[in-house]
């Protein structure tokens, strides 16, 4: 919602205040067209030519985010300590039964509680891949720990990826702006024997060019790469969560103990209170005994 807001208040203010100084549209408009074509246009074939398939699509799927804003909520979070207690606890009394969890997290009856995060094959995968290490008795917390650092910056480096590309465009707008202007003043020395007044226009339209560029970069494609590498950031800490709790887990500490780690470890907008937490894991346990 608020970069909705966000983009409306850029053209609001950027052209009404163009209006109320006294600006008339009608060259603006009749420009924006072939100025859009020569910017947007060699925007999006640099974009094509700096960048391969995959990472196209998934730099057009990371847009949604400007509006959607992170993907992990402080429900999930909770969610998310609550599986790991989950797992972690039966590691401790019964690794056999863990197995079946951590081999087939599709179809484990723990896994199934928290739909949102088995769909996510990261997490999974972390979850899984580290509670299998432990049980083959790779359980050095130092070597685990520095083998999910290095698996967690790929993460990193590769969702940051859109984030970079878009901030590339918006580096480049300005000058694709500068180019559009100078076409522009080409094709108005072409016309030099014109009256003042179609001088005039014709010079307005290629300035266009060089507002369109610079209006683009830092007004809409700008915030859209700080917004998308601000929402990947965050979502970041979901998965540094699942590393703090399951070191701990390597390090021998209790399980409640190991889940307050994580807890604290959550950024403060989504960290679960203590009494939330405590709360859901009671009812996990009173499931169970049921």
Not at 132 to 144: E, G, I, T
Not at 257 to 270: D, F, S, T, Y
Request: one cysteine or more.
């Amino acid at each position: 919602m608020t970069g909705i807001i966000g983009i409306a208040c850029v053209f609001v203010m950027v052209f009404g205040g163009y209006l109320a100084a006294g600006g008339k549209m009608s060259i603006i408009l009749y420009s924006l067209p072939f100025e859009m074509m020569m910017i947007g246009g060699a925007a999006i074939g640099a974009f094509l030519v700096g960048n391969a398939g995959p990472a196209i699509k998934h730099t057009l799927s990371d847009i949604k985010k400007v509006f959607k804003g992170p993907t992990w909520k402080a429900a999930d979070y909770r969610d998310l300590l609550c599986l790991l207690f989950e797992l972690v606890r039966l590691a401790r009394d019964n690794p056999v039964a863990l197995e079946e969890h951590i081999e087939a997290p599709e179809t484990s009856s723990i896994f199934a509680r928290y739909p949102k995060i088995r769909k996510d094959h990261e997490a999974v995968g972390l979850i899984a891949d580290t509670l299998r290490a432990a049980a083959m008795n790779y359980d050095d917390p130092h070597q685990v720990e520095e083998v999910l650092d290095k698996r967690m910056e790929a993460l990193r480096h590769h969702a940051m990826h859109p984030a970079h590309a878009l901030q590339t465009m918006a580096d480049g707008l300005p000058a694709l702006g500068i180019v559009a202007a100078v076409l522009g003043v080409i094709k108005t020395m072409g016309s030099i024997d014109q009256p003042p007044e179609v001088l005039g226009k014709m010079i307005g339209g290629a300035l266009v060019g060089t507002f369109l560029g610079v209006f683009l970069a830092y007004g809409i494609v700008g915030p859209f790469a700080t917004r998308v590498k601000s929402v990947v950031e965050e979502d970041q800490h979901f998965y540094g969560l699942i590393r703090e709790v399951l070191i701990a887990n390597l390090h021998r500490h209790p399980a409640t103990i190991c889940i307050e780690v994580g807890r604290q470890n959550a950024p403060h907008h989504v960290r679960p209170e203590f009494t939330e937490l405590e709360g859901a894991l009671r009812g996990l346990r009173q499931q169970e005994a049921a």
